[in-house]
């Protein structure tokens, strides 16, 4: 049996300007062919019908930054830890992503063409995902694992490039080395950060003959687009300059690049979520001395400059860094969005449409609309009444991935 009928519920979308009360929801093999009042669905023989009970309803979420195959980046866990076990942490990782809501990621590094592989073959429960496979990093830089010991402590097997690559020929022989790896996007880490081992969040990272090199690489390759993480000023405005479609964190972003930002609809994807956890981890004493200090100085910044880029037009869109801090609490960054600026529907919107154009995927998945693959979600109070509800995953009810039901805590 290949349809369903999700009826007596009320529809939250970005795409209605209001919700819509007493509808239902038509599936078949997986995509949504109807959305009306019940009555005016024709339903086949044998169409299963779930009665949402006056529940709401909303697209399933995507967050644009995480990092299914990791755990906090633990140097014990990289040491100890047989590379398998990395793999089979992760299969928890993703179910615990898909049960906070998330039906679709971008990854951010360390997830390959593998997990990416398996998970369309349906062998477990994860989010569709877009992966950036490897971050290039410059020598010592973010990405770059190497102790003072010589010892490098990066995740590396076959189907993995390392990330260090550095010069103009290297950092194009790097971009074409991770687009063979099967890449969808380019992340490349343009300042320090704060679980970095060799360097600082403000610290500058690759020039910009190396960014726009990486660039005109990767858009020669499929029109690929590439992603920054970078805290430090100098390494966002690098990264903006040099072409890069999306900033991660942006903590050191001033008034200047904002307004470039808003002018060339280059993407900020705040990571709220990451900073604010952090910071509670520094404090509860969670965190090493100098990984402590760095978060508790970042967070000193971020919420206000958030505010700032927001309030100068710069398109934001809801990412979280989850596997640097603990996954399945995704949806809290929806709140923490509200707290700089936005309505709770912009917010959702940031999640889930706006995420999708910014990947291009919006044909597909996004929001609640007839052709589109039936990722959805549902909980039983308005969230647009209180958007913190949905951060809590015991509230998300059910979820639906390409029309199947990989949670239901209602039925
Ligand atoms: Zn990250």
């Known amino acids: 049996m290949n349809s369903k009928l999700i009826k007596n519920i009320t529809i939250i979308d970005p795409s209605q300007d ?145 990330p260090v690559c550095n010069g103009v020929e290297g950092v194009i022989t790097k971009t074409r080395e991770v687009l063979g790896s099967k890449a969808d996007f380019i992340k490349v880490m343009t300042t320090g950060g704060v679980v970095s081992i060799n360097d600082s969040p403000e610290f500058t990272q690759f020039n910009r003959r190396e960014l726009k090199a990486i660039v005109s690489e990767a858009k020669m390759r499929g029109n690929t ?86 309030n100068e037009g710069v398109k934001m869109l809801m990412g979280t860094d989850s596997g640097v801090i603990e996954h399945g609490q995704n949806l809290k960054e929806l709140k923490l969005l509200c707290e700089i600026g936005m309505e709770p529907m912009e917010a959702i919107t940031s999640g889930t449409i706006e995420a999708a154009k910014s990947m291009e995927i919006d044909n597909e998945v996004g929001s609640i609309a007839i052709g589109k693959s039936a990722d959805m979600i549902m909980t039983d109070k308005n969230p647009l009444d209180d958007i913190s509800y949905l951060g809590d995953s015991n509230n998300i009810l059910m979820v639906f991935q390409d029309g199947k039901i990989v949670k239901n805590r209602f039925n």
């Open 18 to 162: 209001e919700p819509l009360d007493n509808r239902s929801i038509l599936v078949k093999n997986g995509k949504i062919v109807a959305i009306d009042k019940a009555t005016c669905i024709d339903i086949d023989d044998g169409c299963e019908i779930i009665d949402g009970e006056e529940n709401f309803i909303l697209p399933g979420f995507i967050d644009m930054h995480v990092h299914l195959m990791a755990n906090g980046f633990l140097f014990e866990d990289a040491m100890n830890n047989p590379l398998a076990i990395h793999f089979y942490k992760a299969l928890k990782n993703m179910k615990d992503t898909i049960d906070a809501g998330v039906t679709y990621v971008r990854d951010c590094g360390l997830a390959d063409i593998g997990v990416k592989l398996a998970q369309k073959k349906g062998m477990f429960l994860a989010p569709k995902m877009k992966i950036s496979v490897m971050p290039l990093s410059i020598s010592r830089g973010h990405f770059d694992f190497k102790l003072n010991s010589g010892f490098d402590m990066v995740m590396n097997y076959p189907g993995l490039p390392h």
């Open 225 to 310: 687009k590439v992603s920054a993480h970078a805290h430090g000023s100098g390494g966002i405005e690098n990264a903006v300059k040099a072409g890069i479609h999306f900033i991660e964190h942006g903590t050191y972003i001033n008034k200047k690049i904002a307004k470039l930002m808003a002018d060339e609809g280059t993407y900020l994807v705040p990571t709220r979520l990451v900073i604010s956890e952090t910071k509670k981890n520094a404090e509860k004493g969670k965190l090493k001395k100098d990984l402590s200090k760095k978060a508790m100085e970042v967070s000193k910044f971020h919420k206000e400059n958030m505010g700032m880029a927001y």
